[in-house]
């Protein structure tokens, strides 16, 4: 796939995304404004972010750290903010802790304490949203959602950690009423959490084939990739065997 095909209409399709969430929120009687769209870039290389930084996107969302420190360097002049969006280990928290002004993907407490103690050397902070898993897919990664009052509780100790909201992948369904049903839980854990005096106001969730169901459910951002960028330059990996140098 061409750099040209992949950049072509990028911005059209923004439009035509924001277009979309926008309407989905009037369906639900939602004010559009209440969501955000969080720009998925993962696997596209920077000149099309750059593209997308010229008419006015900043904020991306990325799964590996390895591609967030390989696009930063020659993005530095752009001004963005990377979010992680991805499962995080924690032996990549030095890059997170340097590069990221935000992990949407805290899922335990291991993870917690490698990001604090990695935050206090650096001098930084990071917002932060607790993954929690609503659906039961091996593949998918969060904190089980019973253990989320104790997590959220536990988190008030680490001043580098701001917890903003939750974030949650849904189950890979057709049945519409599966995918409501992570969504809706979500919410609800997020309505137990403000009621015990967690300040904990976002709900990330909602991707490009389901975000006007989770907009239905309360979603405050939705994460969308495909039907901005197009399809997967590199479905794998950011790295592709034929092209070692990632810019």
Avoid at 77 to 86: E, P
Wanted: net charge negative; with cysteine; hydrophobic share 40%.
């Amino acid at each position: 796939m061409s750099q040209n095909h992949l950049q072509g209409g990028l911005q059209a399709r923004w439009q035509a995304v924001r277009e979309r969430v926008d309407a989905a929120c009037r369906a639900a009687g939602r004010d559009p404004s209440e969501v955000g769209i969080l720009p998925v870039s993962k696997t596209f290389p920077v000149e099309v972010i750059r593209e997308a930084v010229s008419f006015g996107l900043r904020r991306f969302g990325e799964n590996k750290v390895q591609e967030i420190k390989a696009k930063s360097e020659p993005l530095a002049d752009c001004a963005i903010d990377w979010v992680m969006i991805g499962h995080l280990q924690t032996n990549k928290v030095k890059e997170v802790a340097r590069l990221v002004s935000e992990v949407q993907s805290l899922d335990r407490m291991e993870l917690a304490e490698a990001l604090h103690r990695r935050l206090q050397i650096e001098g930084r902070s990071l917002d932060v949203l607790v993954q929690v898993k609503t659906s039961t897919e091996e593949t998918k990664y969060g904190l089980p959602a019973d253990e989320l009052p104790g997590f959220l509780d536990a988190l008030r100790s680490f001043d580098t950690l701001r917890v903003r909201g939750l974030m949650t992948l849904a189950v890979n369904s057709e049945d519409e009423s599966r995918v409501r049903t992570c969504f809706r839980m979500l919410r609800e854990l997020r309505e137990q959490a403000m009621a015990s005096g967690h300040d904990v106001p976002r709900l990330s969730m909602g991707m490009s084939g389901d975000f006007a169901l989770a907009i239905a459910e309360g979603a405050t951002e939705v994460r969308i990739g495909t039907a901005i960028f197009g399809e997967r330059a590199y479905p794998d990996s950011y790295y592709w065997p034929e092209k070692p140098n990632p810019v």
